[in-house]
């Protein structure tokens, strides 16, 4: 089944843990991304990658890393994770060509909640 | 400043009847807009999509109409069904190299639709 993956579902950590939510698609996807989910915000871009070791910033990087070693994986890492990263976390992938990279495909979702 | 929005955070209508949800945008260079569906606890899904260079796009129930030059979109679900109760999150595309950001998705607030039976 064509899917996207994210782990965990669900995360509580403290302020200042290290932490990395993993996200992996199976569907030979180039481009991969990051968002949060905030109430009243909607989604935000956090980073994204057009194709293997190839990333950049979205609209709110501030805090998190990622990394794109192979095509399929795309973990998010919070070095040091504060409250205000508490949110609801999507990862999703695309084809990567024209109008088809809109067309996302999404993950479950990561609830994080920094303490 | 915001770039997509929609102005309703909820919309109520019966079962059977007409479903309008809108969306306004500001930047006069985007191109490419979309519309996505989401369950709780689930990740949004891919609706609709429509060009800039059309006026409307069909799929089964759901059409999306584009005008331009009052940068407004809406999507139109006909007959509403209590199955379509979902949050729908209007997206655009940014033109290349706007911001840097490649023409990434600019995603609005989501309006929660809610069908009756």
């Known amino acids: 089944e064509a899917q996207v993956t994210q782990n965990p579902r669900y995360l509580i950590t403290v302020t200042g843990k290290k932490l990395t939510v993993t996200c992996s698609q199976n569907m030979n996807h180039e481009y991969m991304s990051w968002y949060r989910q905030d109430p009243g915000l909607g989604l935000r871009q956090i980073y994204y990658?057009?194709?293997?070791?190839?990333?950049d910033k979205g609209d709110v990087p501030e805090g998190y890393k990622v990394s794109r070693k192979e095509k399929r994986n795309f973990p998010l890492i919070l070095e040091s994770p504060s409250p205000n990263q508490t949110s609801l976390y999507f990862c999703?992938?695309?084809?990567?060509?024209?109008?088809?990279?809109?067309?996302?495909?999404f993950g479950s979702g990561t609830q994080l909640s920094v303490l | 400043d915001q770039q997509v929005k929609q102005n309703s955070p909820s919309l109520s209508v019966q079962e059977g009847r007409i479903s309008i949800l809108n969306c306004d945008y500001t930047?006069?260079?985007?191109?490419?807009f979309l519309w996505y569906k989401k369950y709780p606890a689930e990740g949004p899904t891919f609706l609709i999509s429509?060009?800039?260079?059309?006026d409307k796009n069909e799929d089964g129930r759901f059409t999306v109409f584009l005008n331009k030059s009052a940068k407004h979109l809406s999507l139109h679900i006909v007959p509403s069904q209590p199955g379509d109760s979902a949050v729908y999150f209007c997206?655009?595309?940014?033109?290349?190299?706007?911001?840097?950001?490649?023409?990434?998705?600019?995603f609005g607030k989501g309006t929660k639709l809610s069908v009756k039976p």
């Open positions: 997206a655009a595309r940014g033109e290349v190299n706007y911001g840097g950001s490649q023409g990434n998705l600019i």
């Open positions: 999703a992938s695309s084809p990567g060509q024209g109008q088809r990279r809109e067309k996302l495909f």
């Open positions: 429509i060009s800039s260079i059309k």
């Open positions: 990658s057009m194709n293997v070791e190839v990333t």
């Open positions: 930047n006069s260079m985007f191109d490419y």
